[in-house]
């Protein structure tokens, strides 16, 4: 093996890197040395006067294979070389590894055999330079820290094709020559398979286990590559168990999910493939990726395309003038899958002379297209009437395929669906199907997935059902619920094939009639979804939309949307855009519209007539605001707007027959200001308004002001919480209060008011005109100062009946005065939030008193804070007190132990009123909850709610709350965390 390093690798090289004073000391060490290993000497005069060429000739001439190995290597350490001896060696060991060898057979089969290029290798070079430097300079780089390396893109961009090539290329050492000894490809896909494994048994499929050992001595030198998770039908956990041991059997999932983080060799570099689903499903658990996006083919090299796939020139050149006449399909054509596609196409068509003729008008017509082409193949003009029992079997194939996650068929799979040796030739001969030793693929999962979708169009009612084959309801209510994504991408083909239109293309060619039931199928299934109530799973409109769109068809469309009343949307890109603003449009019925629209609508966004176009979808979109005669609710969430997006959506909520009550305009992205969209948004019907975190200047504040105070404003709702509303601005916000008394809920949280802003509040609060119900001031920054306003504005006012100081430095004397203003005869507050606030137990004292002496305080939420069993044994006491009314009591957190118990056993078969009791996060011991679970069960006891974290408790305890439970259905003993009262705080919750 030896003799294959020199002759591939080249001694001459390793000379031509010495200098000269270098050279000439390796010549005379040259006559030395080989005394020392007994070897034949090189003759001193035709060594003195040899050149570099001349050297490594006669080393391979008088030490043939090691030996001039051996004496080579030790020169170059004697010269001061080490450099060239590391390299020397490093390079050698690779030569002399059979697994490189392995792996450039077994990738070269994969070239030749699997795939859709029907092009020179030198066009596909060049259609993936970018991509092959990024590649090269991300894992080469000086200092190169082990990197994971995303590849993504849609179906059909080339993701496979690029890690073939790439391991290939490494394979012949033209790639990655010095970055990595071993390159090992992994499918994902055919990890679905295994349930428990280790990584060195998955990395055995490329080699024995003594080459995995050799190859992870050295992890830093080492590169696996990951495919096919489009196909990997288990889910990843990123808060999973994780694994560090490469030699262990665990899980799949917990395999590859630690492999993914990098919590299993670290050191060790990863490249993988993602498609659109598989990056927004498994990107959060990668440790620092680095994205590459594949581009696809410029308009040039869709030229050259055409000009490799079809010979002739001139009529290479007529196809690609027939694509670029027709721009949507020009820009399919992107997509190298879909050039295939088209191409094969217009060659068919070019050599049977027929008039050229692609429909792009869906991606569903496009596979038609291509499907009824192969079958003109060779038949003039005629097509031939393909055998219904032939194309079924197909079919039939693809569908059990999809639904049980199987891509490479072996035999039995073919007999099974009732395909002959003959089909499958003609199968191969259409390249719809490639085969491979004894198993085969289609061509293409896209291919795969459109003959699924075929299959449901064969089906006649007496059919007996194929049990590995989902029916069309079960396929629609994966594909638009459970978000599966190949039976996703098979509903939305079947959606496109169940069209008229699609219909009589198919049997026109096949000669056939295909079922005409699948459409009202489609129908009756999503009328039933759309009736699914809240605490069930519900459609994914985005699926919907695809499906709805791939049809074309505006009569299915409306009867499918008139059964939605809420809809969810979700834009990120032109296409979601395109595809929302079709589909919403057709909503006669709808109610309620949640929409989250991004990266759309920069200042800056390529060129001009792109924008507009933009615009326009956008403008048809918003039609909807006001066109929908019963929409009631338009949240926006998350949104990005640039000045003119802002001004469609404005004139679009200005429209007089706008009738929208509640609007959300959260998390809103603008650079502008809003002066424009509060009197856009001015009319009778608004209600509730909720502009949390959306960032409003002083400016924005007084506009919204200036709309508040308007006598015709009817705005009762107000939620303009982590708005950065400084103190300076609640001034306007107080007149507001004495001009505007249809308002009754105010919420602040979360900006920094501080106790400035609560005086001008206060202030208004007093005002006789000020009919507020309910305050929110959670997280404001504020001090037990604020408590002395608010003292002095509750005993005045008689409105307020919630006030929320959550999460504020108030402390004991805050509370302390608080509790004075609720002691008065005026005071109408019912619900008091004091959670977070950095109280104690002295505070406890005030608390009981208000409880004893204030029948109206209904609820009292006391969480986060240091209460301790002293405190809480005060307020049990005040519970007690046949004065107290109190209903809820919130207590979680408050740094309790199962000392407290008694009292509250106690307090709970006394107290007539309490229904509801938070003692989340608290771990009590079972002795504690025995006491308390003897007077859940007294007949005086009236708690219906508990909050308790069952699970942080020993298995005897949790045992008796469930016994306890299933004797009193009245009861409900659950997890009850903070976050209910933090959402309705920040207006989550309308």
Not at 139 to 168: C, D, Q, S
Not at 260 to 267: D, I, N, R, S
Not at 609 to 619: D, G, I, M, R, T
Not at 867 to 893: E, F, S, Y
């Amino acid at each position: 093996m030896a003799e294959s390093f020199f002759s591939d690798f080249g001694l001459l090289w390793y000379l031509e890197e010495l200098r000269k004073d270098e050279f000439w000391k390796f010549k005379e060490l040259l006559r030395q040395e080989c005394l020392k290993f007994e070897l034949k000497p090189v003759p001193w005069p035709e060594l003195k006067k040899a050149s570099r060429e001349e050297v490594a000739r006669l080393l391979d001439k008088h030490y043939p294979g090691k030996q001039a190995w051996d004496v080579t290597l030790n020169l170059f350490l004697q010269v001061g070389r080490k450099d060239l001896w590391t390299k020397a060696r490093e390079e050698m060991r690779n030569s002399l590894n059979p697994y490189r060898k392995l792996m450039k057979e077994k990738f070269h089969l994969l070239w030749e055999k699997e795939t859709c290029l029907t092009v020179p290798e030198h066009f596909y070079k060049q259609t993936v330079r970018d991509e092959y430097r990024v590649l090269q300079e991300v894992f080469t780089a000086e200092g190169t820290a082990p990197h994971t390396v995303v590849l993504h893109g849609p179906e059909g961009m080339g993701k496979t094709t690029l890690l073939r090539k790439v391991t290939l290329e490494w394979a012949e050492g033209n790639f990655w020559k010095d970055r990595f000894r071993f390159v090992f490809f992994l499918n994902v896909y055919e990890m679905n398979h295994s349930t428990e494994t280790s990584l060195a048994e998955l990395l055995c499929g490329e080699g024995s286990l003594d080459t995995v050992e050799d190859a992870l001595s050295q992890p830093e030198r080492v590169l696996i590559i990951l495919d096919g998770f489009e196909e990997m039908k288990f889910d990843l956990n990123p808060t999973a168990d994780s694994c560090d041991d490469w030699r262990q059997r665990r899980p799949m999932q917990i395999i590859l999910g630690s492999l993914l983080q990098k919590k299993m060799l670290p050191a060790t570099s990863l490249l993988l493939a993602f498609g659109l689903h598989a990056m927004h499903v498994n990107y959060v658990f990668l440790h620092h990726p680095k994205p590459i996006i594949l581009a696809g083919f410029s308009q040039h090299e869709r030229k050259l395309y055409f000009s490799h796939f079809i010979p002739e020139k001139s009529k290479a050149l007529k196809a690609f003038n027939f694509v670029k006449e027709i721009k949507p399909l020009l820009i399919l054509c992107q997509n190298p899958l879909v050039c295939w596609l088209v191409g094969t196409c217009i060659k068919g068509q070019l050599e049977r002379e027929e008039a050229l003729a692609v429909d792009s008008q869906s991606t569903t017509a496009l596979y038609v297209s291509f499907l009824t082409n192969l079958f003109k193949a060779g038949s003039g003009n005629n097509p031939p009437k393909m055998s219904r029992v032939r194309l079924k079997s197909l079919c039939t194939l693809a569908a059990e395929g999809i639904w049980t996650h199987t891509f490479v068929f072996c035999p039995g799979d073919l007999r099974r669906s009732g395909m002959s040796e003959s089909d499958i030739s003609m199968w191969v001969a259409m390249r719809l199907l490639q085969r491979n030793g004894d198993r085969l693929t289609f061509h293409h999962l896209c291919i795969q997935v459109f003959c699924a979708a075929l299959f449901y169009f064969f089906q006649h009612p007496k059919d007996d059902p194929n049990p590995a084959i989902g029916s069309v309801t079960q396929l629609i209510t994966a594909s638009m619920i459970h978000n599966q994504i190949h039976l996703t991408h098979l509903g939305i083909f079947v959606f496109g094939i169940s069209t008229p239109k699609i219909i009589n293309m198919l049997e026109t060619s096949l000669g056939f009639l295909l079922s005409k039931d699948i459409k009202r199928e489609i129908i009756q299934c999503l009328k039933d979804l759309s009736q699914r109530g809240p605490e069930q799973e519900t459609v994914d409109f985005e699926d919907l939309f695809n499906g709805l769109f791939e049809t074309q068809d505006q009569e299915f469309i409306t009867e499918v949307m008139d059964s939605f009343e809420d809809v969810i949307v979700y834009i990120g890109n032109m296409e979601k855009l395109v595809t929302a603003s079709f589909c919403v449009q057709h909503c006669r019925n709808l109610k309620k519209f949640r929409l989250c629209i991004e990266h759309i609508f920069p200042e800056v966004s390529g060129p001009i007539s792109h924008h507009k176009e933009k615009l326009v979808y956008w403008q048809e979109l918003c039609s909807v605001f006001h066109g929908s005669k019963d929409i009631w609710m338009l949240d926006l969430e998350n949104c990005s707007f640039d000045d003119a997006s802002m001004e469609i959506l404005c004139k679009a909520l200005a429209q007089p027959i706008c009738k929208i009550q509640l609007l959300a305009f959260t998390f809103i992205s603008h650079n502008g200001n809003y002066s424009n969209f509060f009197k856009a948004i001015h009319n009778p019907h608004l209600k509730h308004l909720n502009l949390y975190g959306t960032s409003l200047s002083l400016t924005d504040v007084q506009h919204l002001c200036e709309m508040l105070k308007d006598p015709t404003c009817s705005v009762e709702e107000l939620i303009i919480g982590k708005c950065d509303i400084q103190s300076k601005a609640c001034e306007d916000i107080a007149c507001v209060l004495t001009y505007n008394n249809k308002l009754k809920r105010l919420s602040l949280v979360e900006n920094p008011v501080k106790d400035e802003g609560v005086r001008e509040l206060s202030d208004a609060l007093m005002h006789p005109n000020c009919a507020l119900e309910g305050l929110m001031l959670m997280s404001c920054g504020l001090t037990c100062a604020s408590c002395e306003y608010l003292s002095k504005a509750l005993s005045r006012n008689k409105s307020l009946s919630l006030l929320d100081l959550g999460s504020n430095l108030l402390e004991d004397n805050g509370v302390a005065s608080l509790c004075k203003a609720l002691k008065h005869l005026h005071c109408g507050l019912q619900e008091l939030w004091l959670p977070g606030c950095f109280l104690t137990s002295a505070s406890c004292e005030d608390i009981a008193s208000v409880l004893i002496s204030n029948g109206k305080l209904k609820t009292l939420k006391l969480g986060h804070n240091g209460i301790g069993d002293t405190g809480v044994k005060q307020l049990c006491d005040a519970l007690k007190h046949p004065n107290c009314k109190l209903q809820c009591l919130g207590l979680q957190m408050c740094q309790l132990t199962g000392a407290c118990c008694e009292d509250l056993a106690s307090a709970l078969t006394i107290c007539k009123t309490l229904k509801s009791l938070n003692l989340d996060w608290i771990t009590l011991d079972h002795d504690g909850v025995v006491v308390l679970c003897d007077s859940l069960s007294h007949r005086d006891c009236a708690l219906q709610m508990l909050g308790l974290e069952k699970s942080a408790l020993d298995e005897e305890t949790q045992m008796l709350l469930t016994s306890v439970q299933e004797k009193l259905p009245h009861l409900s003993i659950s997890h009850q965390p903070w976050v209910d009262e933090e959402y309705k705080a920040r207006g989550m919750i309308l």
